[in-house]
């Protein structure tokens, strides 16, 4: 565990594997700390070579908490009016926030590895810091083309429906987070609820910031269509993508690797909106082709 002032931020980063290992830069989610990247895969992906750099984003986990309430209607009432949404920050600050950990830690270049909202922060760092970007590999993400299918009234209301204070009934909490898990999952694949359930607890026991979600979301919904800066992103990309996702519909996937010149893009049966043990090879094998692709052109 360890802090770096990061954009005039406090930002939570930890670093695994070898010094002179290839760089990996793992960006979660929404509302989802780097907790989400699982000891269980970044091992794998320290096994395969990589130096795995995790951090939790501003306004989750142990990074810095933000303030303000934004709605996601406000913000697209303001878009729809021309106008700027009041929002305390936006996408393209967590991606200079991803950007300065690198910084921080001294590397030059690194592959790039972000799922969800964190696949997005991942689409301004190869777009707009090209010379940081050894590859790209997205997970379970979109381009934010208002034209695709939208999530499953099912799934968004888990984002947008808060479960009970874990503070006062941490049980209650626990019970309906791990239906909102289900809900999103992947139903081609085993769902051990007694594992997810403690991870639920290790997570709210580190940080509960229920309000950084929303801000989070705010500053999704702001960035809009990313669209025309994808086709300027160079470096070799896969793009990882379940048939089964309620949350992100897998035309998101389908839509961002027809953006990138060149991308690779891969669809799981079976996988929903998470990152369940028996895909971590299949995370692992993604962000290894993305890194070989880029060898290769080096």
């Not at 989750?60 to 908490?65: A, E, R, T, Y």
């Amino acid at each position: 565990m360890a802090q770096a002032q990061i954009n005039g931020i406090n930002i939570e980063y930890e670093v695994h594997g070898a010094d002179d290992a290839e760089p990996l830069l793992l960006i979660m989610g929404l509302g989802a700390q780097m907790t989400r990247w699982p000891p269980g895969l970044y091992q794998k992906l320290v096994a395969r070579g990589f130096r795995v750099i995790r951090f939790d984003n501003r306004d989750v986990g142990l990074s810095q908490k933000f303030s303000g309430l934004p709605t996601v209607e406000s913000v697209v009432a303001a878009r729809m009016q021309g106008q700027k949404p009041d929002i305390p920050y936006t996408l393209d600050d967590m991606a200079a926030d991803a950007v300065g950990v690198l910084d921080f830690l001294g590397v030059k270049r690194a592959h790039i590895a972000g799922a969800s909202m964190g696949g997005m922060i991942g689409q301004l760092v190869a777009a707009d810091y090209p010379e940081r970007v050894l590859s790209f590999t997205a997970v379970f993400t979109s381009t934010g083309n208002p034209s695709l299918p939208p999530a499953k009234p099912e799934a968004m209301a888990v984002l947008t429906t808060r479960a009970g204070d874990p503070n006062k009934d941490i049980e209650a909490y626990l019970d309906q987070m791990l239906i909102n898990a289900r809900t999103i999952g992947s139903p081609g694949y085993p769902f051990d609820e007694k594992i997810v359930r403690e991870r639920l607890r290790s997570d709210v026991l580190r940080s509960y910031e229920p309000q950084g979600v929303a801000r989070q979301l705010a500053a999704v919904v702001a960035n809009g269509d990313r669209r025309s800066k994808l086709g300027s992103i160079k470096a070799p990309v896969v793009v990882l993508h379940g048939d089964s996702d309620p949350l992100v519909p897998v035309e998101g996937g389908k839509d961002l690797a027809a953006s990138i010149f060149g991308a690779e893009l891969r669809i799981i049966p079976g996988m929903g909106h998470d990152l369940p043990p028996a895909l971590y090879d299949a995370v692992a094998d993604a962000i290894s082709r993305a890194a070989e692709r880029a060898r290769v052109n080096a």
